[in-house]
């Protein structure tokens, strides 16, 4: 089915927009349509390029609203506590996340999976199962790592071992079977290399995946400096910063998107523009984890691509898109006194859409043009979340935008038909996710990290 949207309004004009097939054919006035050819009335309706959720973890949907107010390496540790070993939760997760995504206008999601223990390759299907049951455009990112949780903080392999980490040579050969069973770009599927981040993977891991990225044209993702703890742990471990050492490693590159990035030095911020790498800013995962602000005007104004990501629901805790791209457009204001620098609703629309599938090296998507990819969103107007009627941008990124999405489409394929998911029955999640009630009974005893975590941050000892 082909589709025209008539008289909708985008980049402040109101015109026709045609989908043939996968791509946009055609921006005009009065366009004509085909025998195959749905007619949607886009009066009082905002078309927007489909935003990308550029950094999640969708396991983590099982922990919303759960854990304490903690800094990220105490977080962790309360996370990992309670082992799901349930596939059935894994697709779940994976279907709310993308449920969550689409809902609040985004066409893509990068899921940084956290992984199963023993059950890793098969938690990858899972997940790639659910997004390809769900229709939404999916960057499944294996989230893995070579390094005890104890090195992960600075001084940590003084202390005794926290977890087990497995063997590089094990950890590259999934990456391998993932790419050979679930990478699947013609369906909208693909696998990222993603080693979690400096602090928890060793070199050899990065350059595995560097090798997999070249073999297979994949992207690559990692968590970047995300708290001050791993700006101390990388001087500790390389002599220099992470992101030097990243770049000497090969990592940094067009396809490399960085999750946080809120430690960086200038030259960090030259390097990742030099490169053409991305930043996923996560701001309401930094202000839950009390990470820091990320320098997102300052890495703006230097050239780094910067697009937006929820972080995973444990740190969030919800997937609301429009909500992250609100407060990752207007908290920066704290940080620049001069106001021509702060970021207008337009150019955060750019950032949550343009600036997210740049990052995935993905120049076929993010804006409303002849030729492009059509993963497209069709807002309502109308909705009493989006009146009175004054910038339909500012009033769907910057208000209380609720429920607005009407029609949207992932590669010309309707996922969202009039306000309908076609793929997914909401009833039919919630039920089988009220069957879960009551898992977290089952807690597993880790050793405590905070006493010396305290000591090495600096922070009064424990009473
Ligand atoms: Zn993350």
Same mark, same amino acid.
């Given at each position: 089915m082909d589709y025209l949207l008539r008289a909708v309004q985008f980049d402040e004009r109101t015109t026709d927009v045609a989908i043939t097939g996968s791509r946009i054919s055609a921006i005009g006035e009065n366009l004509q349509p085909t025998p195959q050819t749905a007619v949607i009335d886009g009066r009082d309706h905002y078309l927007m390029p489909g935003l990308v959720n550029a950094h999640s973890h969708s396991l983590e949907t099982w922990m919303r609203g759960f854990i304490a107010p903690l800094p990220l390496e105490l977080w962790l540790m309360q996370l990992y506590a309670y082992p799901i070993d349930n596939l059935d939760m894994v697709y779940l997760a994976a279907w709310q996340t993308g449920w969550d995504t689409l809902r609040s206008g985004g066409t893509t999601v990068v899921d940084h999976l956290i992984l199963l223990p023993g059950q890793e390759l098969a938690t990858i299907q899972a997940a790639a199962q659910a997004y390809r049951d769900l229709g939404i455009r999916a960057y499944v990112a294996p989230l893995v790592q070579d390094v005890p949780f104890n090195e992960s903080v600075p001084g940590g392999d003084a202390i005794p071992e926290v977890g087990e980490a497995p063997e590089t040579a094990t950890v590259v050969a999934l990456l391998h079977e993932a790419i050979r069973t679930c990478h699947d770009p013609a369906a909208g599927i693909q696998i990222v290399m993603a080693p979690t981040g400096i602090q928890l993977c060793s070199d050899a891991l990065f350059r595995g995946c560097i090798e997999w990225a070249q073999r297979y044209d994949l992207c690559l993702h990692s968590h970047l400096l995300e708290t001050q703890a791993q700006e101390h742990l990388a001087q500790e471990k390389y002599g220099c910063t992470a992101v030097e050492h990243l770049d000497r490693l090969g990592y940094v590159g067009e396809r490399t998107s960085f999750a946080h990035g809120i430690w960086l030095r200038d030259r960090d911020i030259e390097i990742l523009a030099q490169r053409g790498a991305t930043v996923v800013h996560n701001p309401l995962s930094n202000l839950r984890l009390g990470s820091g602000i990320a320098p997102v005007l300052k890495m703006r104004r230097q050239g780094v691509n910067v697009s937006i990501g929820c972080d995973g629901a444990a740190s969030n805790?919800?997937?609301n898109l429009l909500e992250a791209v609100k407060i990752g457009s207007m908290l920066h204001n704290l940080t620049d006194a001069d106001y021509r620098h702060w970021i207008t609703p337009q150019q955060a629309l750019q950032m949550a859409s343009h600036g997210g599938a740049k990052g995935l090296g993905r120049s076929d998507l993010g804006t409303i043009a002849i030729?492009? &990819?059509?993963?497209l969103v069709l807002c309502r107007l109308d909705d009493l979340s989006m009146?009175?009627? &004054?910038n339909p941008t500012g009033s769907l990124l910057w208000g209380q935008a609720q429920n607005v999405v009407d029609w949207l489409w992932v590669a010309g394929r309707p996922i969202i038909r009039a306000g309908h998911c076609q793929t997914l029955d909401p009833a039919e999640l919630r039920e089988r996710l009220k069957?879960?009630?009551?898992?977290?009974?089952r807690r597993a005893a880790l050793p405590d990290l905070e006493p010396h975590y305290r000591r090495v941050m600096g922070l009064t000892a424990m009473s």
């Open positions: 805790d919800g997937q030729g492009q &990819t059509a993963d009146l009175p009627h &004054t069957q879960y009630k009551g898992w977290r009974s």
